[in-house]
Structures are given as structure tokens and as C-alpha cells.
């Protein structure tokens, strides 16, 4: 029997199929000067004969048009050769399609699956809103130079920050949830990516787990995580703490060994 996450991948490939067209008959070329992209459709007349017309900037949605046809063309075959593999699938070629193209021609698509040095890219190149509630809390610096909002989260933070070389954090990155068609904008404590897989970990710290009304608040969060499809220990970790019983740093140091995928990182 096919594992789960193989039908799932086969039926995403499917419906991505059914979406491309066959049909190839113009195509966008793109030349820059001076760093200035310039759009032109390229076809065939009846004679056989390539013709090449300029494309206004104002056109820009049939420019996009053109530039997924031509993604989606090249990406069909790739598609077609992992769906008859299935257990073969070749995630690496899929991505290297996108990663190989121009930044102008970048701009235009959206691609199917993106590598680890694009989701980078897109990290480092990425700006939000910083959650502005309670300001008057960020009262802690990390190394980094930020502000936090407790002794725990400067020591996680800092943690985080010593292996930079491998992982990369936001603090209360926003992140939106829905529940019964309401949708939620939650600000994670930290949001850690690993420049090498790409994996994504929202990690929560939950310092008042004495207090009945925070705990109730997290448990109305870790069960709004779970209904998006976010599990403990898998995409989302939380850390505990209490008047009695405060952050544990052996905790820590396991937590961002797990984030890493490696034994040992200290």
C-alpha cells in the first residue's frame, strides 16, 4: 500500500496537471537593459516565420500570463515523470527549474514547489508588521540587539542566535489560523527556519503556566495550531515554565538540536 504522504503527493500532482494547458503556441521573451526588464510575445505566422512583439508594462497581467504558461510548460513534463514513478519523485529537478530562472522571470510565475535557497531568499527579503500590543513589556535585549519580552525568551533567543549559521529566527512573526471560517492572526514567539532543509518550527513559550487564565489561552492556541494542521513536536514546539519550576536550559539546547537535525550543536 502506498504510504499516505505519496496519494497525497499524487493527487496534488494530478490537480496541477489538470490546470496546464497543452497548448504552446506563444511565448514570453524577456530582455534587460541597464537592469530593465523588457517584455516581448514570440510566436510562429502561418508561414513558419517567428515573429517578436513588444509588450507593454500596462499588459502586465497577460505578461504574467505568458510567463506561467511557459513555467508550467516546462514543469509538466517533470510533473508527468514523477507521477508515473510515484515512489520515485523527483522533488529536486521541480525546484531546480524554479531556482534557475531569471529574477525578472521569477517575478512573474508562482511556482509549484520552491528549494531551500529561494525560501531563504524570500526569508531574508521578507518584512511584517511587529505585534504591538503590550509594547510596554519588551523590556529584555537579546545579543542580537532586540527587545523581548522575558528573561526565558532572551536565553532562548540567544541560543537560537549562537547557531545562525544554521538556523535563522523571527520573533512574533505573524502567522494567520482559521477556525469555523474565522481566521486568527497569531504572533509565534519565535519562528525558526533551517537554512539547510528549509524546515519551517514555530516555537511558543508559555512562562505562566501557573496562571489559570494563561493556561486556558494556551490551551485554546495549541488546539488552534492542531485544527491548521501545525502538531506538537513536529511543526510547533512549546516550551513550559512556572514560578516553581522556571525554563529549563538542557530543554532548550534539546529543542534547537531537534530544530537542526543533529546530535550535538554546543
Do not use: C
Not at 530582455?31 to 513558419?48: E, T
Amino acid at each position: 500500500m502506498l504510504q499516505p504522504y505519496i496519494l497525497a503527493e499524487i493527487k496534488s500532482i494530478e490537480q496541477k496537471l489538470a490546470k496546464i494547458k497543452n497548448e504552446k503556441q506563444e511565448t514570453l521573451k524577456i530582455q534587460v537593459i541597464n537592469n530593465r526588464p523588457f517584455y516581448y510575445k514570440q510566436y510562429k505566422d502561418k508561414s513558419g516565420k517567428i515573429i517578436r512583439e513588444y509588450i507593454a508594462k500596462e499588459q502586465m497581467q497577460y505578461i504574467k500570463q505568458l510567463a506561467q504558461q511557459a513555467y508550467d510548460q516546462k514543469i509538466k513534463a517533470k510533473l508527468e515523470k514523477n507521477l508515473k514513478a510515484l515512489r520515485g519523485f523527483d522533488e529536486k529537478t521541480i525546484t531546480d527549474i524554479y531556482d534557475h530562472m531569471t529574477q525578472h522571470r521569477k517575478a512573474l510565475v508562482e511556482p509549484y514547489r520552491i528549494g531551500v535557497k529561494e525560501m531563504i531568499r524570500r526569508w531574508e527579503n521578507e518584512s511584517y508588521e511587529k505585534y504591538t500590543d503590550y509594547m510596554d513589556s519588551l523590556r529584555f535585549e537579546t545579543d542580537r540587539g532586540e527587545m523581548v519580552r522575558s528573561k526565558s525568551e532572551v536565553i532562548i533567543a540567544n541560543m537560537l542566535y549562537r547557531q545562525k549559521e544554521s538556523l535563522s529566527y523571527k520573533y512574533e512573526r505573524p502567522l494567520i489560523l482559521e477556525n469555523r471560517g474565522k481566521k486568527y492572526t497569531l504572533h509565534p514567539d519565535f519562528t525558526v527556519l533551517n537554512l539547510k532543509t528549509g524546515r519551517i518550527v514555530y516555537w511558543e513559550h508559555m512562562g505562566k503556566m501557573d496562571d489559570s487564565k494563561y493556561a486556558a489561552d494556551f490551551v485554546w492556541k495549541a488546539n488552534l495550531y492542531l485544527l491548521n494542521g501545525y502538531t506538537m513536536g513536529g511543526n510547533v514546539i512549546y516550551t513550559y515554565e512556572t514560578s516553581n519550576h522556571p525554563l529549563d536550559i538542557r530543554v532548550v539546547k534539546k529543542i534547537i538540536q531537534e530544530i537542526r537535525g543533529e546530535q550535538e550543536v554546543w
